[in-house]
């Protein structure tokens, strides 16, 4: 521990909480420390948004074969998204902040920190 009473790991586990499902690792390895724990969940759960997006995205390209083309865009869009999404919550979160995603946050826990 370091003189704050946090882990010298905690920059890392900040960073690996949004690195899709890597999320967990903070979550397995940082049981004590609630802000990481937060910004595991809420990674955890922007990642989870995004795969069922695509998932659906997949299944009606599947089901309507005229939307196919859209399929490649959509995915795009998402993608660019998630990483922009992902690295503005990884620079928040290392600067002491919490990126409040609307609809998905909120399934993360309180928004105030502990």
Same mark, same amino acid.
């Given at each position: 521990m370091t003189a704050a009473g946090?882990?010298?790991?905690?920059?890392? &586990? *900040?960073? *690996?909480?949004y690195l899709a499902f890597l999320g967990f690792i903070p979550l397995l390895l940082e049981p004590h420390d609630p802000e990481v724990r937060w910004h +595991?969940?809420?990674? /955890?759960? @922007? &990642?989870? !948004?995004? @795969? %069922? %997006?695509?998932?659906?995205? !997949? &299944?009606?390209?599947? +089901?309507?074969?005229? @939307? !196919?083309? /859209?399929?490649?865009? %959509?995915m795009a869009i998402a993608s660019l998204a998630y990483v922009m999404i992902a690295v503005l919550a990884i620079v928040k979160a290392l600067e002491g902040q919490r990126l409040i995603i609307p609809g998905i946050s909120s399934h993360a826990g309180p928004s105030e920190p502990d």
């Open positions: 946090s882990s010298p790991m905690r920059p890392w &586990f *900040l960073v *690996l909480a +595991a969940r809420n990674g /955890l759960w @922007l &990642f989870g !948004t995004v @795969l %069922a %997006a695509g998932m659906a995205a !997949t &299944f009606i390209g599947i +089901a309507v074969p005229s @939307l !196919t083309c /859209l399929y490649v865009v %959509a």
